[in-house]
């Protein structure tokens, strides 16, 4: 039973066992428009909570994705390279950035659940 | 004055527009500490063109213009002949007084002749991608050391011997900033280099020119699988960009960086500026590449067209974490180079390299035959050293009082170095004539003896 | 009565409602171009040259094996291809270019024909330097110039665009920190500054603090007393600051930046509104970069190449890159090298090779010598005063978030007159160019929403302005009024109309190949 929750700078995190995938919300590829370039980590590193991760860019602009949690590298969504629309057409679905294998649970249960970040995003 | 239209009418309406009673009352915001009176500068007043002209002729007179000399100076910047058609259609207004292409519906000429210019650069330097170029040669090659450190997160950068002096201090002020470490291979004039032994595991880059600095040409495959297999980049770097019509593009030696001075092709020489910097790498690359880049596209009603493009890795986006802080290129006379290559075509520009290596194997003879002067460089494209018996900056003194600027003394370039004292660069272009190649052996000879 | 006796129509008839397109898809004097390697072919050239005479090779077996593949083509093709070219292109000497921050004033020919003297042009960089006197000369002339409108002790020419003289700048400060032992890795910018700013300041090493900008287009000194402590460098402000506005406070800032022992680094972008009036060396200022291509009306070039000089305080002085010029009995000398330099210099480095940009040099101080310090004082109080009439003419019907005013030689509108109409700051401005104007730049500063920031220039007269602001009042009202069609996919009328810049960025095509020859054959 997978679980998803969300962190202020806009990522998703899904946790299924000790394996989260993140990548960055509906709201967020709504805000960016057309994603051209994504940069993802290299399969292997180690990433601490909030740091930068992974790039996603549109014509105009370039955000960096952070870890919402802790955790190793295992796998990144290479198809993202070829084709960067795919961010826009399914964000919180096939567009996945990456998956990590948590360091700390903790870090997970304390981001936000997905009322709460759809009432952040209301009041932006 | 004459640029500006306004009348004393207009202004006084405009004011009244604006509700202000005089000039002064659109600069309140300026602490009265710093306003200035009219009287305050040492300057003089306006001149009408005449005035200029006469003032600015008169400095221009003071000066030995290249083309009143039997010329041969390189090192750096060399005089070709630039046809024309090339100083014409620069001038045209919509080139010459249009801004950077933000809005591509109405810059198309600029944008189409970026995406020709940065196809002409990859193809002359046997590169897969060129940039719509930066301020010139040696700025290129710094932000060439510094795209290399990117890719590779090491520190150290190797450089040749051979290298531009303004090149290695250009890169050298420029890595240090982040902890780039400099290793500087010896000088040996006209001899060939051993920088294989100095790449190691934390080599970032080693950086080759070729032709040298002393004019030697260098095969850069030895070096590039060197390079490679430490897990380095070969940086190639190039003075003088017409030799690329006879020699082996660098692209093709194994080169990942190409940085290159492309003044020669439909620019004159200007004191040293504006020139173009020529800058190419590998697709693989793409996104470390700093600089503007012009990409094809299509516009809404389904028509090719041009826009600048990837501009995320530049500073207008970035910000603080842009690959270079350049924002500009060097277009005007990046479309003199395209316009000038254009017209030399494959057939026109190999000849042109021909042209000039011949010229300089003829004057490498005529010069080496001269008494007491050594050939130090035997494998050239169409500049050389020569040691003298004497201190070549007094030679070259001398040899102005004979109308010849002889070329450049290694001294200029290398002050401090005694093993440099004798040693003179001297070029050799199309320009120069069978008459002026005798001239400057003649006059060596006379000075010289 | 003289009669039409070739019996041919001498008015312009009715157009048809509806226009077949043109059989060589041509429009009149629109003409589509292609690529130059797609016009080119084998067994031509356009320059004639003669033959190489017999000689033996010297180039080691370092011969090219493979073709370049550039196509061959004569003279007047060529010349045909890039008039062509040209005629896509807006340019100041067309039209209006209000560009704000970029400065696109007339460009007097007068400067391209001093450029182009043969004792300027045709001259090496590494001449003997008694042969180029004349031109240190005028180096030397405009460094005088350059020093006398700033008030400031010393100039460094080699810099060869606006970017690369702030990393001068900053690079004289921190061999001024290095020299004085001291570790300030901070330097404080401003939210609202040009991206070069920040650029600059992470490429000369230093980290990258934003000051937040205030509500009143000012900086903020509170937010910016409270970051300055022993480990700031320096600020890097822009003044006339990037919302058009002279910053009030500057006194101020230079002494608190000093206090903590920092330096003033000032983007002198806009130095083109106060030159002849205001003395940045009377502000406390540090150093400062001068582009010449916006002040001193150095062509732009369609994007260069520019120059950007940077004048100096007495305590960067010292560390003026090479080359410098000096003056002794025996004329000017360039210093090339540290084993020669005069007292109290210490250079940090080199720029870049040779001397910097000599051919904008002459331009520019043909064009300071016909304005005069008296022309040039002129020159700002009319961009700043054209500024103002469009600030005041326009401010009823769009919105400017700095509407008391004054601004100086640019006025800065924000889109909330747009609000709820469905035009954006972009439609906005890409309907001017069907109007036949450049638009003016969007987007920046970065503080202002949907910010459009004008710049007329000292070069428009009275007339061209009044034009241009019954055009922009027009604009806006048709959006008001609900008007879409002459906004949406804007323009209609321009060479190409939008660019797909997306599909552009997704997959790169940066250069012309073979292959696509074939592709398109297909």
Redesign the interface.
């Known amino acids: 039973m997978s679980q998803t929750r969300f962190s202020k700078d806009h990522e998703w995190v899904r946790l299924e066992g000790d394996v989260a995938t993140i990548g960055i919300t509906r709201h967020a590829a709504e805000q960016l428009g057309?994603v051209?370039?994504v940069e993802l980590p290299e399969v292997g590193r180690s990433l601490s909570a909030h740091g930068e991760a992974a790039v996603v860019?549109?014509?105009?602009a370039a955000s960096d994705v952070f870890a919402p949690v802790s955790g190793e590298v295992l796998e990144v969504n290479v198809a993202l390279t070829d084709d960067?629309?795919g961010v826009n057409a399914d964000p919180e679905g096939a567009g996945w950035f990456f998956k990590l294998r948590i360091a700390n649970r903790g870090e997970f249960d304390s981001l936000m659940q997905q009322a709460e970040y759809d009432a952040l995003v209301k009041e932006s | 004055?004459?640029?500006?239209?306004?009348?004393p009418d207009?202004?006084a309406?405009?004011?009244a527009?604006?509700?202000?009673k005089s000039?002064d009352?659109?600069?309140?915001?300026?602490?009265s500490?710093?306003?200035?009176d009219?009287g305050?500068?040492?300057?003089?007043?306006?001149?009408g063109?005449l005035?200029?002209?006469r003032?600015?002729?008169?400095?221009?007179?003071?000066?030995?213009?290249?083309?009143?000399a039997a010329?041969f100076?390189g090192?750096?910047?060399y005089?070709h002949h630039v046809?024309a058609?090339v100083?014409?259609?620069?001038?045209?207004?919509?080139?010459?007084?249009?801004?950077?292409?933000y809005?591509?519906?109405?810059?198309?000429?600029?944008l189409?002749?970026l995406?020709?210019f940065?196809?002409?650069v990859?193809?002359?330097t046997?590169m897969?991608?060129?940039n719509?170029?930066l301020?010139?040669?040696?700025?290129a090659a710094a932000e060439a050391v510094e795209m290399a450190r990117r890719i590779t997160k090491r520190a150290k950068v190797v450089l040749c011997g051979g290298l531009?002096p303004?090149?290695a201090?250009?890169i050298?002020?420029l890595a240090?900033?982040?902890?780039g470490e400099i290793i500087a291979a010896p000088r040996r004039p006209g001899q060939g280099e051993d920088l294989a032994s100095l790449i190691d595991g934390e080599t970032a880059c080693v950086v080759i020119q070729s032709p040298d600095v002393f004019g030697l040409?260098h095969?850069l495959r030895p070096l590039a699988e060197a390079a490679h297999a430490k897990g380095a980049l070969l940086v190639a770097v190039l003075n003088e960009v017409v030799s690329?019509?006879?020699?082996?593009?660098p692209g093709?030696m194994g080169a990942d960086i190409v940085a290159a001075?492309g003044q020669s092709i439909g620019n004159?020489?200007?004191?040293?500026?504006?020139?173009?910097g020529l800058f190419a790498t590998r697709e693989k690359f793409?996104r470390q590449m700093p600089g503007?880049?012009?990409?094809?596209?299509?516009?809404?009603?389904g028509?090719r067209?041009?826009?600048l493009?990837?501009s995320?890795r530049?500073?207008?986006?970035?910000?603080?974490?842009?690959t270079?802080?350049?924002?500009?290129?060097?277009?005007?006379?990046a479309?003199a180079f395209?316009?000038h290559?254009?017209?030399?075509?494959?057939?026109?520009?190999a000849?042109?390299a021909?042209?000039n290596?011949?010229r300089a194997?003829?004057l490498?003879e005529r010069l080496g035959a001269v008494r007491g002067v050594e050939l130090v460089t035997?494998?050239?494209?169409n500049e050389f050293t020569l040691r003298l018996p004497r201190p070549a900056e007094a030679v070259?003194?001398a040899l102005?009082e004979e109308n010849v600027?002889g070329g450049?003394p290694a001294s200029?370039?290398f002050?401090?170095d005694s093993a440099a004292q004798s040693l003179l660069i001297v070029a050799a272009t199309?320009t120069n004539s069978t008459d002026d190649i005798e001239t400057y052996a003649h006059a060596l000879a006379k000075v010289l003896s | 009565m003289t009669m039409n006796n070739q019996g041919r129509p001498t008015t312009p008839g009715t157009a048809g409602a509806t226009l077949p397109d043109t059989l060589s898809g041509d429009h009149g004097l629109d003409h589509?171009?292609k690529?130059?390697?797609e016009l080119?072919r084998?067994?031509?050239?356009?320059?004639d040259?003669?033959?190489?005479?017999a000689?033996?090779?010297?180039?080691?077996?370092?011969?090219?094996?493979?073709?370049?593949?550039?196509?061959?083509?004569s003279?007047p093709e060529?010349?045909r291809?890039?008039?062509r070219?040209?005629?896509?292109?807006?340019?100041?000497?067309?039209g209006l270019?209000p560009?704000g921050s970029?400065t696109?004033k007339?460009?007097?020919r007068?400067n391209?024909?001093?450029a182009?003297?043969?004792?300027?042009?045709?001259?090496?960089?590494?001449?003997?330097q008694?042969?180029?006197?004349?031109?240190l000369?005028?180096i030397q002339?405009l460094m005088?110039?350059l020093m006398?409108?700033t008030?400031m002790p010393a100039v460094a020419m080699s810099p060869?665009?606006?970017?690369?003289g702030?990393?001068c700048g900053m690079?004289a400060i921190?061999a001024a920190i290095a020299a004085r032992a001291e570790h300030r890795p901070r330097v404080l910018v401003p939210e609202s500054a040009?991206?070069?700013n920040?650029?600059?300041?992470?490429?000369?090493?230093f980290r990258?603090d934003q000051i937040p900008a205030s509500g009143d287009g000012h900086v903020n000194i509170e937010a910016l007393r409270a970051k300055l402590d022993s480990d700031v460098a320096a600020i890097m402000l822009t003044n006339p600051n990037t919302c058009g506005?002279?910053?009030?406070r500057?006194?101020e800032v230079a002494e608190a930046v000093h206090q903590v022992g920092a330096f003033f680094y000032c983007d002198g972008a806009n130095f083109n509104a106060?030159a002849?009036?205001?003395?940045p060396g009377?502000?406390g200022i540090d150093g400062m970069h001068i582009n010449l291509h916006k002040t001193f009306s150095t062509?732009?070039?369609?994007?260069?190449?520019?120059?950007g000089p940077v004048v100096l305080s007495k305590a960067l002085a010292p560390y003026a890159?090479?080359p410098l010029l000096v003056g002794d009995a025996n004329g000017l000398r360039l210093v090339?090298?540290r084993?020669?330099l005069p007292t109290n210099s210490d250079p940090?480095?080199?720029?870049?090779?040779?001397?910097?940009?000599?051919?904008?040099f002459?331009r520019a101080?043909?064009y300071?010598?016909?304005?005069?310090?008296?022309?040039i004082?002129?020159?700002s109080?009319?961009a700043?005063?054209?500024a103002?009439?469009v600030?005041?003419?326009l401010k009823d019907v769009m919105t400017a978030p700095f509407a008391e005013?004054?601004c100086m030689h640019e006025a800065l509108f924000d889109d909330s007159f747009l609000a709820d109409t469905g035009v954006t700051t972009l439609d906005f401005?890409?309907a001017m160019?069907d109007e036949g104007y450049?638009?003016m730049t969007m987007?920046?500063p970065l503080v202002v929403h949907g910010a459009m920031l004008i710049e007329p220039t000292?070069?428009?007269?009275?007339e061209?302005l009044d034009r241009f602001v019954a055009v922009l009042r027009g604009l806006a009202q048709e959006a008001k009024a609900g008007r879409l069609e002459r906004f949406a996919?804007a323009?209609h009328y321009?060479?190409?109309?939008?660019?797909?810049?997306?599909?552009?960025?997704?997959r790169?095509?940066?250069?012309?190949?073979e292959a696509k020859i074939a592709q398109a054959a297909e």
């Not at chain 2, 004055?1 to 009348?7: F, S, V």
């Not at chain 3, 000689?55 to 083509?73: N, Y």
């Not at chain 3, 062509?299 to 120059?307: D, E, L, S």
């Open positions: 057309d051209v370039f860019e549109s014509v105009k960067p629309a | 004055m004459r640029y500006l239209p306004l009348t207009d202004r309406a405009m004011l527009r604006i509700g202000a000039i009352d659109l600069f309140v915001d300026v602490p500490a710093a306003v200035v009219r305050r500068f040492a300057l003089p007043d306006g001149m063109e005035e200029v002209e003032h600015l002729s008169r400095l221009s007179a003071k000066n030995l213009a290249a083309g009143s010329f100076c090192s750096g910047a005089r046809p058609s100083d014409h259609l620069i001038q045209r207004s919509e080139f010459l007084t249009s801004y950077t292409p809005q591509p519906e109405i810059s198309q000429g600029t189409q002749y995406f020709e940065q196809t002409q990859a193809m002359l046997g897969e991608v060129a719509a170029s301020y010139d040669g040696s700025t531009h303004h090149y201090a250009t050298t002020t240090q900033l982040s902890g040409l095969d690329l019509g006879l020699l082996e593009a093709a001075e004159g020489l200007n004191f040293g500026g504006p020139y173009v793409l503007r880049l012009a990409g094809e596209t299509m516009d809404a009603a028509r067209g041009y826009v493009t990837l995320t530049e500073q207008h986006i970035r910000r603080e974490k842009a270079s802080n350049i924002c500009t290129n060097s277009g005007l006379c479309l395209t316009i290559l254009s017209l030399l075509g494959e057939e026109g520009f000849r042109l021909r042209l290596h011949a194997v003829l490498a035997q494998n050239f494209f070259i003194d102005v600027l450049v200029r370039l002050p401090g199309e | 589509e171009e690529l130059i390697f080119g084998r067994g031509i050239c356009g320059v040259l003669p033959e190489a005479p000689h033996k090779a010297r180039l080691g077996g370092l011969e090219r094996r493979q073709k370049i593949g550039l196509p061959g083509l003279e060529v010349v291809h890039y008039v070219l040209s005629r896509n292109n807006y340019a100041i000497d067309a270019y560009l970029c696109m007339h460009n007097p007068l391209e024909k001093m182009r003297l043969p004792g300027f042009s045709d001259l090496h960089p590494l001449q003997p008694s042969t180029v006197q004349g031109a000369q005028l002339e005088h110039w006398e409108l008030g060869k665009a606006g970017a690369h702030e990393l690079l921190k040009h991206g070069t920040p650029a600059t300041a992470a490429f000369a090493g990258v506005l002279f910053e009030r500057i006194l106060i002849g009036r205001v003395r009377d502000l062509p732009h070039g369609g994007g260069g190449p520019g120059a890159p090479l090339e090298d084993s020669s940090f480095g080199r720029m870049c090779a040779f001397h910097g940009q000599m051919g904008m002459v101080l043909s300071m010598l016909s304005h005069g310090a008296d022309g004082r002129q020159a109080e009319d700043v005063l054209s103002n009439y600030l005041a003419s005013g004054p401005a890409k160019i450049h638009p987007y920046f000292e070069s428009e007269s009275k061209s996919g323009p321009a060479p190409r109309q939008r660019l797909d810049e997306t599909a552009a960025a997704r790169p095509v940066l250069r012309w190949t």
